[in-house]
């Protein structure tokens, strides 16, 4: 069960209302006004709780699970029997149905529009309504920040940024030289907007090559904690609609990422790379400059990327070849040794 202290729970939900949000019909021979009061892991669900059951591995725990409602695919509950008392409503995607009836279930705080008394605010910044910010927050000169936005503690908003409605910037991220749209999450710690990291060689020293460029985010897209995009040197960096980048993720300067992508933990992206839609990227994956990574590629963890992936491939490995390559070279080697 979710800790109270930190997680705000909804009023119960009765089977027809969780049937609707998860977009899957009442069962013949059951209540739809019956109320359900929380969600809950199958192996510790009760008679009031709704989980859902979406991988083999688990076809015991649901088998024994004291669920009252179960959300679960067609295949899955033909070979796993719900046991008695257990609703089961079937889904095209559990996980994603799940995903909808517990955003129901512990809805995001909104925004008041409080403004705390420590925190600094330009005379010239513009403010939409409902928007907090909270104490040590700074929004300097010009900035434009949405309606129904969060600005965390200590988060600082550089001149003339623009956030969209319904935004949410972490405690202690920094943002400059950005245009962020709607509806996105920048998590604590994250660094928006920095000089990349561009220079030319000279025997003296390396002279800095002025970086004078964007980050442009689009809708819907989330960036990790202490994670850091760089402004693009001659042209913008871009994130597209959509895009979830984690943890600890470098993008640096003119990247471009395609709407959908997934960008997991400590992934680097060297500069002038494009990511293509609805390409994966596992955790700590390498990525020189000056690539292309085609729609749908999927690239593993820890690969070392140093030439164009087409669209829909898996690589992997360091450095990154085609996955079935590679896995049968991991094969090989463990023969050897």
């Not at 988060?155 to 509806?183: C, F, M, Q, R, Y």
């Not at 990790?224 to 609609?241: F, H, L």
């Not at 640096?252 to 609805?278: D, F, K, L, M, P």
Request: proline share 6%.
């Amino acid at each position: 069960m979710p800790d109270p202290r930190f997680f705000t729970k909804s009023a119960p939900k009765t089977l027809a209302e969780i049937a609707h949000l998860a977009g899957a019909v009442v069962p013949a021979g059951t209540t739809p006004e019956q109320l359900f009061t929380d969600v809950a892991p199958l192996h510790t669900a009760t008679a009031t709780d709704l989980t859902f059951f979406d991988n083999k591995k688990y076809l015991e725990a649901f088998a024994l699970s004291q669920a009252g409602v179960c959300l679960t695919s067609q295949e899955l509950a033909d070979k796993a029997p719900a046991p008695a008392g257990m609703t089961v409503l079937l889904c095209k995607e559990p996980y994603k149905s799940y995903a909808l009836v517990a955003q129901a279930f512990y809805p995001n705080q909104q925004p008041t529009g409080a403004h705390h008394p420590r925190a600094i605010i330009d005379p010239t910044a513009t403010i939409g309504a409902h928007t907090d910010i909270a104490a040590g927050a700074v929004i300097e000169a010009g900035a434009q920040i949405g309606a129904h936005c969060t600005i965390a503690p200590n988060a600082v908003i550089g001149k003339n940024v623009i956030i969209g409605d319904h935004s949410t910037i972490g405690a202690n991220a920094s943002i400059t030289h950005a245009i962020i749209g709607a509806h996105c999450v920048i998590y604590a710690g994250a660094r928006i907007g920095q000089a990349g990291f561009g220079f030319a060689f000279d025997p003296d020293r390396p002279v800095k090559v002025p970086q004078l460029g964007r980050v442009v985010i689009e809708d819907y897209v989330e960036v990790g904690a202490n994670s850091t995009i760089d402004r693009g040197a001659s042209r913008d960096t871009i994130i597209r609609r959509a895009v979830m980048i984690d943890n600890q993720v470098h993008i640096a300067h003119n990247v471009e990422i395609g709407s959908n992508a997934i960008i997991v933990a400590q992934v680097g992206i060297s500069g002038s790379t494009s990511i293509g839609s609805y390409a994966q990227l596992a955790g700590q994956a390498g990525l020189t400059g000056h690539l292309n990574i085609g729609k749908g590629a999927k690239i593993a963890a820890g690969s070392g990327v140093m030439r164009d992936v087409a669209a829909g491939e898996a690589v992997g490995g360091s450095p990154a070849q085609p996955m079935r390559d590679w896995l049968r070279q991991v094969a090989a080697l463990k023969k050897l040794s």
